[in-house]
């Protein structure tokens, strides 16, 4: 074992030869340290065991099913295509091996491998974590410090900063596996724009391509693709194509002739490219552990980008497949041959069931091909988990290349930790089940622990069918959500705000409308959690720390001004809420915007479709703008301030031109505000360098609901 500690002073144990997954890009300084950790080596692998107190709670894990304390679960991190998320689903398609245990001390834990490992979370014996990592070549990072937030911004400082999108990602996209030609996009948009919805784009699933190949275009269904793309972009809608992992087998098509020529692809045993079955039906899969194939996978990007795309998801990446040539015929087989004329039993038809239903994603296909590493011929088994994240690694440095210093929309969905440096990502193939709605609230802090921020699910769940009431109900939560993305499945209801009653219309509109509002507060929230290295979103655990803070779940923070509470049960016409503190309720479509003070303590608000609630902190604001159709017409000269101020309260609105990246070389615009009460008045100094920024109004309440409004002009000057 060698051992080593990083500036911040995070403990490095490094054993064996691992595999560089350039997951943590933090410098390590080679030091003598022991590990407290209970390490065992075996035939087959490595076990871990953490002793659990009472107290202890499990934070991170990433996307994970289950709640944001993970104690008394069991996880498996290999990524899968996973598309029925139900209760005991212990893997989905991520692996994001970073956790925290706090207690009377807090701790947090990152085992840097690529291939598979399992957690019991004190399942089985609740006394301990118990992990086994398949495999014996590894790095274990261990950080310190005074509190769950400190431990996370330690792990978010070594692992770099996250992706960041234009400014136009953090609008309303729509999408559907099923919009089968230019006509019905087009439709798609003209519906959205004579209802008066906003919108900001419209993500192309596979029915964009040529029979299901990569970087095609189907000249029968999407004829004059450039114009199409230009013309849209013109009224500011964005078309962001799907992309997979898999390559069709098929002379005459570049992509595969190119691939065979360049020997791109993995391999199987016997050297040859693998083959799988996915979409096109048989494909080969570009080995992007090779750099020759991330920079020419990379380069075919452009096809899309040369029509006027600027943004991607890459999806199936894990990779799934749905089926080996080998085991399809062995299945058919054993039903045509074993099974001809014979009177079957329950056992006999489980068996022929069982052939076909658990033909996708065998564990067994990922040990029969492989990857070159440095010369060296390595099982994707072992570097499972990095495939994902090596294929969008790919595809932004490609972008960052072929657009020029301009940002891009980026997400995947397979992922580890290193990728959130690439992309974003949306949480896979969900349902339209409450369950999922309450299960992607959950999902938030544990991402941004693992790096992730570009984060959202699909709203109204992917698959099944989705009624209004669930729509308008998840919708009240990924308002909050940087990647706010509505898609839904073929062959399930459409589910567009237009396709339900007049009702839902209304209420769906507003929502959007109110997403646009307030997109000048989630982006400067994230940028400034991307900048800082700190969550965007916590457990209220992570602030308060009484046991309610501590056992809540279905409540979280967003930034330092706004606790969330969303409705998760259909056919409620509100819920009870905890607040740990005194917190101003605010019904965003009711005129006055402000409600009143909450005290401490558990209360039921009312909150019904129609509307649009949240909770301001005591001494907190929050900036919002009037809504617009989509960012080429946002209009930030009027910005309206929304405060809860008892003594003093500052807020500083981040915000740049959200096209570049000379963010990075500090060209960025603050407007900071500080409001001082002074008993019956306020004070309010704002010192702004946003040129756009040309009238602020404010709304300032007490905690004796005493409500003052001030305006504040300034043209070119600051105050």
Known sequence: MESYQLKNGTKVFQYGLPIETKAVIAPKRKMKLKCDLDVKF??????????????????????????????????ESYCTDTPSHIEDREKLYSAHNFFIVSGKVVRGYFIDFPG??????????????????????????????????????????????????????????QSRWGYRNKEEVKKVYKTFKENDIPIEGIYLDLDYMDNFKDFTISQERFSGFKEFVEDLKKEGIYLIPIIDAGVKVENGYDIYEEGMKGDYFCKDKEGKPYEGVVWPGKVHFPDFMKKETQSWFGDKYQKLTDCGIEGFW?????????????????????????????????????????????????DSYYKNFYHEIDGKKVCNEKVHNLYGYFMTKSTYEALRKILKGKRFLLISRSSSIGMHRYGGIWTGDNSSWWFHLEQNMKMLPSLNMCGFFYIGADTGGFGGNCNGELLTRWLQLSIFTPLLRNHSAMGCNNQEPYA?????????????KARYSLIPYIYSEYMKSVNHYHLMFQPLSFEFKDVLAKEIEDQILLGDQVMIAPVCIPNYKGRYVYFPEEMLEISFMHPKKMIGIRKKGIHYINYRLEDFKFFIRKNAMIPYVKSCKNLKKLDQKNLKILAYVDNEAIYNLYDDDGISYDFIKGKRFSTR????????????????????????????IDSENHITEKDISFINKNQ
């Open 116 to 173: 598979r490992i399992t957690y019991d979370m004190g399942y089985y014996n609740q006394k301990d974590i118990n992990i086994k990592i398949y495999g014996q070549n590894f790095y274990i990072y261990i950080l310190e410090g005074e509190d769950e937030k400190e431990v996370s911004s330690k792990f978010l400082e070594i692992i770099g900063k996250s992706y960041v999108p234009p400014k136009w990602g953090f609008g309303y996209f």
């Open 673 to 700: 505000i500080k409001i001082i009460k002074k008993e019956n008045n306020y004070e309010i100094k704002v010192h702004n360098t946003n040129p756009s920024i040309k009238n602020i109004e404010f709304k300032i």
């Open 314 to 362: 890459n999806d199936m990446n894990e990779p799934a497949i749905f089926y080996e040539q080998e085991a399809l015929e062995k299945a058919v087989e054993y039903a045509q041959k074993k099974l001809k004329n014979k009177n079957l039993d329950v056992f006999s038809y489980f068996k022929l069931k069982d052939n076909f239903t658990s033909l996708a994603n065998r």
């Open 42 to 75: 075996q035939k087959d692998g490595t076990t871990i065991s953490i002793e659990l107190l009472s107290e202890d709670r499990i934070y991170g894990l990433g996307e994970n099913l289950g709640g944001i304390n993970k104690r008394g679960r069991i996880y």
């Open 500 to 512: 339900f009653t007049k009702k839902v219309l209304k209420n769906t509109r507003n929502l959007i």
